[in-house]
């Protein structure tokens, strides 16, 4: 087995939409610099995924110089969006938790609104070191998250996706082999480990900086969503559901928590600790 190491880097600016790819990232308290500081709200200021909308796979938002973005789509303008200036914020919800964020303004407002056909909001979280704790079952005191589903960051391993892949090729919906890795929507892309390694881990370094790992991460429909085309199958859930299940969690993945802030860049070597 060749020494494990650090295959790729992604961030997600804005939840779910497109993912970025990067040559290195700082890694702060809550997760990837700039990765999911912003986030689209319903009309009632609830946060919307692909789980309802699954064309928000269709649009991107590139991150700019300064912490701003760049929203684009197919068939729709360009449109640069400043990070705004904390000022009052307005209460959204994030899987029924009431989380303070700052509005992005109008404009932005309404380019998603026509993107997606329904009125949204677009919000950006000033202050991750005080909106949004970890669940505390799995927490140490004063740890938070951005607008990420439940963790600062979420580790994938290629061999366990290749092991997947071919479990799926087995299956009734073996046309749907292979899957890409951004079905899952990680931060952090691991090479060189056997498959399912990830299972035993505890603490990890990626290259300078240390993690705990917090818990497997639980799959939902967005795993099922082409991210290109925004179509939607019957894989990885099927075939999770017969060979990855725990309790009534679907698992691929773990949830990683950063023990303090570096860098990690591609090509890091990864060292399992625990």
């Known amino acids: 087995m060749s020494t494990p190491r650090l295959r790729s880097v992604h961030v997600h600016p804005v939840k779910a939409l497109r993912g970025h790819a990067l040559a290195e990232a ?3 308290p809550w ?3 700039g990765d999911r500081r912003w986030a689209v709200v319903d009309a009632s200021g609830t946060v919307v995924t692909q789980r309802r909308h699954p064309r928000m796979a269709l649009a991107a938002a590139e991150p700019l110089p300064g912490g701003g973005i760049r929203l684009s789509a197919a068939g729709h303008r360009t449109l640069e969006v400043e990070e705004p200036r904390p000022s009052s914020t307005i209460r959204v919800e994030v899987f029924d938790t009431p989380v303070e ?4 303004g109008p404009a932005a407002d309404a380019w998603l609104s026509d993107f997606l056909g329904a009125e949204s909001r677009l919000v950006h979280m000033d202050d991750p070191a005080r909106r949004r704790p970890i669940d505390p079952e ?19 391993t290629a061999s366990s996706l290749d ?8 299956g009734d919906h073996a046309d749907e082999a292979p899957l890409p890795m951004n079905r899952f929507r990680p931060n952090v892309v691991v090479e060189g480990t056997s498959p399912w390694a990830e299972d035993g881990w505890t ?3 990626i290259g300078e900086v240390t993690f705990r790992v917090a818990k497997a991460c639980g799959r939902c429909v967005v795993t099922t969503t082409d991210q290109l085309t925004a179509a939607r199958g019957k894989e990885p859930l099927r075939t999770l559901a017969r060979h990855r299940r725990q309790g009534s969690r679907l698992i691929f993945g773990q949830n990683l928590v950063p023990e303090h802030p570096g860098t990690v860049r591609v090509g890091d070597e990864i060292k399992i600790l625990d």
Not at 101 to 104: D, F, L
Not at 141 to 149: I, K, L, Q, R
Not at 163 to 170: E, H, R
Request: aromatic share 8%.
């Open 101 to 104: 964020a700052v509005p992005a």
């Open 163 to 170: 092991a997947l892949n071919a479990l799926i090729a087995q």
């Open 138 to 156: 799995y927490a140490l005191p004063g740890e938070t998250v951005s607008f990420a589903d439940g963790y600062p960051l979420l580790v994938t």
């Open 203 to 205: 603490r990890l370094a």
């Open 31 to 33: 997760g990837l610099a």
């Open 26 to 28: 700082e890694v702060q």
